[in-house]
Structure formats: C-alpha cells, structure tokens
C-alpha cells in the first residue's frame, strides 16, 4: 500500500483515547530496534507514565537486549522483555512497517483490545486497525513528539532526548533528502529543554568498544565494489559473519556504523552490508544515494524502509541472497536524485 496523505486528527484521536483509557499500555517498537524506533516509544512511554497510566514499552528480540548505543536514553525502567509484555489491553507500534517485524510480540499487539500503528514508511502494509502514517515525516520520533503535545504532556529534557536520537539517525544527523525547514525548527525546540545533543551524538555515533574498530576494519577489508550491477550504478558490498563477531566477543549492532562507511563509495550507486546472525539468518542492510529506491528492492524480499535507506532478513546461502539482490536491484527504475 502506498501512504500518500497526512494523518487526519480522527486517527491522532484514536490513539490518544486508547493510550488514555485507562487501561494497561504496551508500546512497541521493531525487532533489533534503532534509535527512532526506541527512541519514539520511550519518549511517548515517558509521556504517559507522567499522566499515570500503566506503560510498558518492549520489542520482540529474543534474547531480549537493548542496543548498547541506545542504553543512555531515559525512561529505561519502563523496558520489559517479551515474557512480560503480554496481557495488555492496548498496544501501539513505533517505526514497525509489517506485522513481522515485531517478532516474538506479534501476537501480544493482535490480540490487544486495542491496537495502532505509527509510522512514516512508505512501505507500511496497514496491519493495525488505527494506522496513523506519514510518510513526509523525517522520522517517527517526529510523529511520536506530535502525538506527546496532543497528550498534552509537557516537553522536558528527558522526552526531547529521545525524541532527538530519533531524529538524528534517521535523517542522517540532517544529512538525507527528507530533511526540512520544519525538522529544524523541531531540533530547536528539542535543544531548548537543555538536552546535551553533544553527548546524544556521542553515545549514537562515536562511542564503541575497540573490537568494533577492528570488526569495522575486517568488513572493509571484505569489500568489493560491482559497476556493472544496480544497471550500471555500481554496488558497493561486505559482510559480517557470525564466526567474525564471536573472536571478537561483539554484538550484531556493533556491525551497524560499517554501513555509514561503505556508503561514500563514489562508483556505487547502492551500498550494501550484510551480517550474519547467530542462528544463521543474514540481515542484509542497504542505501542509495538517490537514483535507486532501495525499499523497493526489500519490500520484494521481505523488508522494508526508505528510498535512501531499507533493509530485510533473509536465510539462505550468503552468495546466493547476494545475487538474488542484484536481480532485484537491477529491475528496479532509475530516479532523479
């Protein structure tokens, strides 16, 4: 399905009933959550607690362990793990395009009383009986922080930190297309509750252990540049074995900034980052400069995302799943950047 129009204030409504109905919340966000998703729910878990209502916020990952670059971000005694996230009455998803993508809480959302989805991908597929979607947004966090003033909860510190994590990742720290005037105009009134967007920054982008330096290194080490694929854009690719994170002892988003990195390849069009998890499935991470909408590639084969931005999980044959990207890729129009 295609989302080509604003929220109306009905489906704002909605939601905000639910979430003040009294009875007990679950928010959630994707399965290996990044900051916009977390970032959304807590901010909004964080609003809710202070009107006294009975939240939790949880995503479907088993084992069940927040990012280590997300663990600064307030309002974490609000996160339970999946075990403890059922029985709730009403359930509202942040960032989460397909039902899948909530893994292990699948069934806990489906069977709330109440059930509605937030979200700003063009990919989203309309799982839930209120759907609040905008795909103009720059993030979720945005939709999220629009959806704490008609709670009428007050912006402080702590919310508009997470509202801001958010917000800086998934535009790139204001790098990518979808960047406005208004996102700016949003940043200033996060960075005017007195939040340290410094630090913010720092914890997200520029603080890993050294054996995520020496994984990075492996990666690129690994990587191999394709003219001829994405109809002569240019592929850019690496990987990450499960075996490479086990010498190392790192988890699977240490893997995350090496993405950022590949992508400067000029000769590629497309850059892609494929990383193995532990029980042998293969997260394949993808971005584009422009000319190639990558969610439509990962839509096709299980995922989703953004034009410049998406990605999908798949098992199967490292190589294999390689070559079945570049069919896809290949198929797909070329836009104007």
């Known amino acids: ?161 997470c509202v801001y994590a958010g917000l800086i990742t998934d535009t790139g720290s204001f790098r990518y297309f979808g960047t406005t005037p208004a996102t700016h105009h949003i940043a200033a009134r996060l960075l005017a509750t007195g939040i340290r967007h410094d630090i913010i920054s720092r914890q997200i982008y520029d603080d890993e252990p050294f054996a995520a330096v020496k994984l990075l290194g492996v990666a690129l080490s690994r990587a191999e540049l394709d003219t001829t694929a994405v109809d002569g854009l240019g592929i850019a690719v690496t990987y990450v074995t499960a075996q490479d994170r086990r010498i190392l002892d790192v988890p699977i988003d240490a893997v995350e900034r090496v993405i950022d990195e590949l992508r400067v390849a000029t000769e590629a069009e497309v850059s892609c980052v494929m990383k193995e998890e532990d029980l042998g499935a293969w997260r394949v991470s993808l971005r584009s400069k422009g000319q190639v909408d990558v969610s439509k590639a990962t839509v096709q084969l299980g995922g989703g995302g953004h034009r410049f931005a998406a990605g999908y999980t798949r098992e199967g044959d490292r190589e294999f799943l390689l070559a079945e990207l570049k069919d896809v890729l290949n198929s797909l129009p070329h836009m104007a950047e």
């Open 1 to 161: 399905m295609s989302w080509i129009t604003a929220p109306i204030d009905a489906d704002w409504q909605a939601v905000v009933d639910m979430l003040t109905s009294g009875e007990p919340v679950l928010l959630l966000a994707h399965v290996a959550p990044d900051a916009d998703a977390v970032g959304s729910a807590l901010a909004v878990g964080i609003a809710l607690d202070r009107l006294g209502v009975d939240v939790r916020v949880s995503f479907g990952d088993d084992p069940f362990e927040i990012p280590r670059v997300l663990r600064g971000l307030p309002g974490q005694h609000l996160l339970v793990e999946p075990s403890q996230a059922l029985g709730r009455h009403v359930a509202v998803t942040f960032d989460v395009s397909s039902i899948d993508r909530l893994g292990a809480l699948q069934s806990a959302a489906q069977s709330a009383k109440h059930f509605a989805a937030i979200d700003h991908h063009a990919s989203y597929t309309a799982f839930a009986p209120v759907s609040v979607v905008d795909v103009t947004s720059p993030a979720t966090a945005v939709m999220a922080l629009e959806l704490i003033d008609r709670l009428g909860v007050e912006l402080d510190a702590d919310i508009a930190t």
